[in-house]
Structures are given as C-alpha cells and as structure tokens.
C-alpha cells in the first residue's frame, strides 16, 4: 500500500516536470504548419540578434567565474587557514545574495554609481558592464563560496600550506599550485552552476539595458509565437549541460581518489 | 527452564545465507554472549531476536510465546545499540522516558521510572543534558537505562562497548553485568572481543560462519574448544606436531619424550602425526621442580608486559608462545639463547576440525 | 612570509602578523561592501529621505495604497504558497527515496534532475509553461478537443495566483529536494529502531524523533524558498507580462520609469521587499534557534 502511494506520487510529479518540457518542444517544432520542423531553431540561430547576445552572455558568464575564483577561492582559503573565527560572518554573507532579491540590489547599483556619483560606472558602456559582472558575482556567491569551501573541507588546508611552506613555497605558489589544483573539481562545479545562472539571467541585464540573452528572449517572447519555445529548449540544454559537466567532473575526482 | 527459545534460525540475504539452522535456549535471568568474527551472523540473530530482521525459517519464543513475525513495538525488548543511538534532540529524561511515553503511562509513573533508572546508572545529577554534552560512557549508560526503562523481558546489546576507551570498557562492563544480576533480566550480549564475553558471561555462543560453533561456559569454551575455529578464536593457542604412539591410552611423543593426554585419540592410526594444541598457560620453564621438558627451541623474542612476560619459542618451526611470571629474579630469556618448555599434560588437546 | 632572517622574537613577529592576517579577506571585504552592502543600504536609507535627502517616513507612508498593499498581499501569498507545497512535495520525494519506498537507483538521476530544474528558472521555464498550460499551450488544446475540457471555464488561467504558483513549484519542489535529502541522510538508521524496539509506532518516530531534527534544516529552507520565489522577477515578467501586479514587476515598472514616477517610492518598494525576506529569515533564525537548543 505504502509502496502504491509512493509510486503514485512518484508518477504525478514525474507527468508535472516532464510535461512542460515536452510542451516546449513540441511548440517549438510546430512552426511549420502541420509538421514538425526545425524551422524555429533555424529561425532563432540565423538571427543576428541571437547571436549577439549570445555571445555577450557567453563572455559575462565567463569573465563572471574568472572573478568569483579569483574572489572566492583566497578568501575561503584564507578563512580557513587564519581567521577561522570569521567563517560563520563570512559564510552568512555569502547567503546574503539569496535572501535580498536581485532587483533591489541592481536597483541599489543604478542608484549608488550613475552618471552624477563619485564612481560613475553606468555612465559608459564598459563601466556598466563591470557592474553587471559584479552583480552576477553576487548572484553566484553563494553557490561558488559553498562549493569551495566543501572543497577546501575535505584537504587538510593547515598541513598542505605548512609542507609547502617548508619547502619554500611563496603564498602565490601555494595558491595556484597546491590549494586550486586539491579543490579545482570543487571550483569546477562552482563554475559551471555559475556559468548556468548567468547565460539566461535576466533582471539584472534588463535593468542596466544591457544586450544580454536574458532580456532577449523575453523581448523576443512578447513579440513570437514559436522561437521562444525553441530559446527554451535551447536554455534548458545549456543548463543540462552544465549540470552534466559537474556530474562529470566530480565523478571524475571520485576515480582519480580511489586508492591506488 | 528456558525462556528465550530460538528454534532452526535461519536467515537468507538474496542468495547469501547469513545463518544456518541456528538453535539455542536461554535461561530466565541468563547473561548470554554471541562471540565472532564480523560477518559471522551474531548480529543478525540478535537483529532477528529484535524484530529488525524476519527470519527465513525458524521460530523465536519468548515466555513460550511466539515472536517470530511480531513487529520490533509489539515486542517487549529492549535493546543497546553499537553508539550515539540516543534521540539527540531529548536531554537524558526525555530519552529514559521515550518508551514510557509511547506506552501512554501517566505522568508521575513516568517520573518516577525513569529516576529510578537514572539511579541505577549513577547519572540523576545529568537528567537535563544532552547526549552531546556528555562522554560515549554516560552516553551508553543513559542508552542502557532508557533500554530499561520500559521493563523489557529480554535485553539485548549489541557491541555497546566497542565505540569506547579501553578503560571506560571494562569498568561499563561491569557495571551492566551488576545490573543485569540486580535486575535479573535474560541478557544476549553481542561482541567480537573475546576477553568481553569472557570475563561476564554465564554462556557463551562462539558463532562461525553462520552456526554456533560451541555453546558453553567461558570455562568449557576456552580449555575444552569443541573445533579448531573456536581453539584460535579465543586466547592464544599454540599447535604442535607430534607422533601417536597408542590412540587408546592417548599416548604420543613430542620430541623425544612420551606424554599421554587426558583423553583417547580416535580416528588417526599409531604412527601417524598428530597437531596437539595447548594454551600458553600450559608451557613452563623446564626446571628441577617441573619434571622432564617435552620442548626445546630457540627464544626469538620476550616482551615484557607487566605481570607477565610473553615469550615465543621456535621448537622445529612452529612458534611457541607462553608466559613467564613476573618477579624481581625471574628469569629473563634472551633471544638466541636455547630454551627447553614442560608441559602440563591436563592442558593439551587433539582438535577436530 | 619566508624570510630568510628568523624574526628576533616571538613579540615583533606577532606584530607584524596581525594586519597581514586582516589583509587577506580585504578585497573579498571591499568587493562585498561595494557591489552587496552599499547598493542595500543605498536604498534603505533613500526610503527614509526626502530628495532633498532629509528625514522622513513619508515614503513608506506612500505605500500604504490599496494598490501597492494587494501587490504586496499577493507576492506574499504566491512565495508562501509555493515555499510550503515546493516543502511538502520536495519533502516527501525526498524521504520516498531517501527510507525506502521507492528504490534506491533513482536517487541519482532524481538529483540530477533536481540541479537541472531548481536552475530552470526565469525566462525559459515562464515559456515552457507559456507553451503547456497557456492559452494555446498543448494541454490547454488537448483536453480541449479531445476530452472537451475547457481550462479557462474551469477557472484556471496560467498568468494567476494559482499559475504562477504552479510555475514557480517547478524549481522550489528541486531545490527542496536537492537541500533537504542531505538533512534525510543524516536521520540515522539507530534512531529509528531504537524508536520501534521501545514500542513507539513509525508515525511516533516521526512526530517526536525525526521531525524535531530535521525542523532546522526544513525551517531554513522554507525561508530560503519563500526568498527565492519573493524576489523572482524574469519568471513573472515573461509569464505574464505585467499583467499580474506583484511587487517584483512593480518595482521593475518603477525602476524603468514606466509608472509612478517617484523614485523615492521606488526606494520604499525595494525596502519593502527586503523587510518582508528579511522578517521571514529573522523568523526562521528565531525558530532555528528555539528548535536547536540540543545542537552544538
């Protein structure tokens, strides 16, 4: 009895994810009438606009990963090694970004560094697009921070810094080729769920009118019929993809582990 | 009169059978000991005592009454487990009176009870902490009392000594075996250290490979092991090849001297060779007090453990472990130098297989 | 750092180390307060100021319109409807898999799935359900023409209270899932036979042993479900235009300057916004604690 209602339940949440991912498809299939086509796709990758924002999303989320490792992997670091009395407030900050929204931060942005402030970074272009790298590196904070420091967790930090030490190692050297290489699938799987966030985030790119794929698809999803189901499938791969890629990863880390 | 029946046991994991056909009654106010190896099939027996198990074949009574497919809360159990199975959340009354509670006792029953209990362990003063503000000792003593609780007529502990500083280990152990003797309450212990089920058992079942090896006293366990299993598995034992002169009189000779066992051999023709096994305790120094030596070897080694100084002995290559008294003149082997042992003749034995 | 001179004492060594130590957490120090702590406090202190940059609670007072206060009522009871069934549903998946019931072999692919779809969010998952359960969506015409089902008479509409909570269960019921199977893994096997061998049912084991240690984990992550949903805009905006009046695209309206007009009231909506998350975490940081007394 116990064994029907859990399959039961099992099948009902199974029908409610999979449907809408199904709806997706199918509509994005449909845009020739009467068959299915790939025309929406073709329509969506031939688009000059597409492609624009693609790769604009592509860049941010990567230069996004550049500066959270960067940001995150010393800091966890060092707050282990150092200052282990700082982890609590320095983990409760990293939760910060979860708890106050996204728009009221980049509301925060607009205000605090338009054109008439002492860092005037919207004023250009560039200056707006650093803020936008900073907000993603908000967004991804938590995720990177815990990541890294469930990493960091598992290597004896202290011991590994004290042998490179008495080796002559340097902080730089300790760093980029003790500390990163022992959490490297750690900052991996960090990566690769930032990379997802960013590549579809829409509020912040919106709101500091930049040519990101977040904004795009919602314009072109208020303009088209069949193109934004193919935008959606097209996401949820990437989003599979990069879920794939840390299964992948750390899989990996697992084989390289085993004794040998 | 037998209390605790367990009749054919047996139990399959998918193809893997982790008991054979076990069979054992235990007596009202026994204290029983299911000594192993892990993997032996002690736990298992003691999981299907307490229900967590169903037996494949077989039967379980208790006070004559079948058990066999009760749930484990319609049984009257209780039982210890291996560590850190207190409710975290409850301080050290709420955990001694869970069971009291889920029986719908009222409240001052309640109260009462589990003072009693907290009496028993010596631990009233600790009725408000929690189990992570207190030692594996005062832990386990509060898992034995919260066991207790509920007045189960059986009481089953499984290895709750194991997580523990050797010290703590003996000392809790006493101190389960007085209460259990207090309460009179039929006991089955579960462990894999010998000098445990050794030291406060009124039976021990030595388990091997699913099926009881030998069921007896700590006594009849280690100077009469029925198989070889049981012979290396508790203490130490050392095996000798020797001829046999005449399987009726028990006569064989070891080296060159002739000695006659304390029972008939059967089963092997004069003339063959024979392993014969004895306890460390049965070798002593050859001297003009303890008649003629049966050994003679090369020391390779003698460690001084206190009391006693274990020495091991190559006579031929097999090695010879024994224990010489600790006294300010004792003698003090060296290694290398030659060594010749006695034997007491009551303290050899010819093993089945 | 590796100076080749050993320091002359314990005392000039330990001077110098102090500083250093509080160096190494600067730059994650300044990037926080430059890019999280200032843009926050930049508006909260702008709800309590005039634009002349005096003091007032004027502001805040403006909110109090019935508009704004539905836009609020109905933020509030989308992200608490959605926390508490994305709870209730990602819980009992959870536990399904975690105690049995249902076999172990899909609880990988089951977490898998779970960092897919809890990252499914905004734009995309707004047109998967625009493209199932919308007007035109294939359900909607399915069980129109086949089964002579009309959602819409039947009183659903995907750009409602009821649709937008739908949509948002299909990330809240992952991250559930994804947070909480941890916390399951932890019950340990011992408890609950403890629990049954001294006659306590398995509803008894859960009312008085695993519920009260699992109460922390499920607490925060109804908080963090409730935030999640509170603060999702992408996901609104592209479901239902701005057709729904909650205060994410309220705010979003504001900030682009298409409504309103004050953008001081625009301060007030955000502030508001960071109260309402921020009272629903000192809740559950209150609760934790009442709920924790026996942790470390």
Known sequence: MKRFWAWGALIIGLLYFILPLIGMTNFSLKMRRGVYSFDAYAKVLADTRFQETFTYSV???????????????????????KLPFLRPYVEFVTLLPLVIPAIVVVFGYIRLYNTSSWLPLTGTALGTDVLLVAGYTMLALPYMYRAVDTGLRTIDVTTLTEAAQSLGAGWFTIITRIILPNVLVAVLSGAFLTFAIVIGEFTMAALLNRPAFGPYMQVLGANRAYEPAALA?????????????IQLVSRFQKSAQRPV | MSFLTLTHLQKSFGSVKVVHDFNMTIDKGEFVSFLGPSGCGKTTVLRMIAGFEIPTGGTIEIAGK??????????????????????????????VAFGLKVAGKPKNEIESRVKEMLKLIHLEHLADRYPYQMSGGQQQRVALAR??????????????????????????????????????????????????ALSISDRIVVMNGGKADQIGTAPEIYNRPATRFVANFVGTLNVIEATLVNGATGVVKIGEELVSLPQPVSGKADGQSISVAFRPEAAMVAGPATGPAALTGTVMSSNFLGSVMRTKVDVGGNIISFDIFNHPSALRPKAGETLSLTLQKDGLMVLGD | MTSPNPPTGPFPARRMRL????????????????????????????????????????????????SILAAYGISIRISMASAFFGC?????????????GLPRAIRGPLMTFSGVA???????????????LGPVGFITVFLQTELGINLRMLGFNLLSFWGLTLTYLFFQIPLMILIITPALDGLKKEWREAASILGATNAQYWRMVALPILTPAILGTFALLFANAFGAVATAIALTGSSLS?????????????????????????????????VANTVYIWLRARSERWMR
């Open chain 3, 246 to 278: 909650i205060v994410p695209i309220l705010l979003f309206a504001q900030i682009r300057g298409d409504v309103l007009g004050d953008p001081h009231l625009g301060y007030a909506l955000a502030f508001g916004m960071i109260a309402v998350t921020g």
């Open chain 1, 59 to 81: 860049t941010l989320a990567l230069l996004t990963i550049l500066v959270g490792v960067f940001l995150v992997v010393p800091t966890a670091y060092w707050v282990r090694l």
């Open chain 3, 118 to 132: 809890s990252n499914f969010a905004g734009v995309p998952l707004a047109f998967a359900f625009l493209a199932t």
């Open chain 3, 19 to 66: 500083p250093f130590h509080w160096l190494g957490i600067l730059p994650f120090a300044v990037f926080v307060l430059l890019f999280l702590i200032m843009p926050t406090m930049k508006i909260v202190i702008g709800a309590f100021q005039r634009p002349d940059g005096s003091f007032t609670f004027q502001n805040i007072g403006n909110l109090f319109t019935p």
């Open chain 1, 233 to 245: 499938v097209i996401a949820f791969a990437i989003t599979w993809g990069c879920l794939g890629l």
């Open chain 3, 88 to 100: 209730l549903i990602g819980f009992g998946t959870a536990a399904a898999v975690v105690l049995g």
């Open chain 2, 147 to 196: 066991a207790l609780a509920p007045k189960p007529e059986v009481l089953l502990l499984d290895e709750p000594l194991s997580a523990l500083d050797a010290k703590i280990r003996v000392s809790l152990r006493e101190e389960i075996r007085q209460i259990q003797r207090h309460l009179g309450i039929t006991t089955v212990f579960v462990t894999h250290d010998q000098e445990e």
């Open chain 2, 66 to 95: 079948d058990q066999t497919h009760l749930r484990p809360n319609q049984r009257n159990i209780g039982m210890v487990f291996q560590a850190y199975a207190l409710f975290p959340n409850m301080n050290v009354f709420d955990n």
